[in-house]
């Protein structure tokens, strides 16, 4: 398995945050074998979330694997984690040669179609430690994945992920940003989302 970069990684220009996107972090054929494996594989669940005090079922499906049993919460959801595939792992070990880090965490998410969505939020959970570390990898359908800074509401970015392509977030930018990825009358496929972490 390579990743092959088809165009250098991008640093984004944005004050508070250290973004870096690689378009082309997994070639599309690479990604597109990916996609079919891990829609197969994974036992995917759907959470329910409460939202305004009324009870909803979550607008995608999810997984979570890592090492020695550490749950992860997020949203009054607590999740456990599956061990390891051998699969996982392989793409793990894959974006850990590149961004230098090790992770224990994968939270997957499968957006089934436009219809599901993640809405604005911040990956700044107190297990993932002051600065956390997110390494996110898109497969399947792009999807547009929008920022905007806390204070400062004149700061937004929007980035279409493609197929196979790395977004890493680290440093501050849990602190002064929120993410989402928007709902789309356009999108008709499906798109997995690895969510590489560090669990403290």
């Not at 973004?19 to 594989?41: C, M, N, R, W």
């Not at 989402?180 to 496929?189: N, V």
């Amino acid at each position: 398995m390579n990743s092959l970069f088809a165009t250098e990684p991008i640093q984004l220009q944005l004050p508070d945050a250290n973004i870096v996107y690689y378009p082309s972090f997994f070639e599309s054929k690479i990604a597109g074998t990916l996609y079919q494996d891990l829609l197969h594989t994974i036992p995917w669940q759907q959470d329910a979330i409460k939202v305004y005090g009324k009870v909803h079922a979550q607008p995608r499906l999810t997984a979570l694997f890592g090492n020695d049993g550490k749950p992860y919460s997020y949203s009054n959801i607590s999740m456990q984690p599956h061990p390891w595939t051998l699969l996982l792992q392989k793409i793990k070990y894959q974006i850990e040669s590149v961004v230098e880090t090790q992770f224990t965490t994968v939270l997957l998410n499968y957006y089934r179609d436009g219809k599901d969505s993640n809405g604005w939020h911040a990956d700044d959970e107190k297990e993932l430690g002051k600065n956390p570390i997110i390494a996110s990898l898109s497969l399947g359908s792009e999807r547009l994945f929008q920022l905007k800074h806390n204070t400062n509401l004149n700061l937004k970015q929007n980035i279409l992920l493609e197929n196979g392509s790395l977004l890493l977030m680290k440093g501050t930018t849990q602190h002064f940003w929120k993410h989402q990825i928007p709902k789309s009358t356009k999108i008709t496929g499906g798109r997995i989302n690895l969510t590489f972490r560090i669990i403290q």
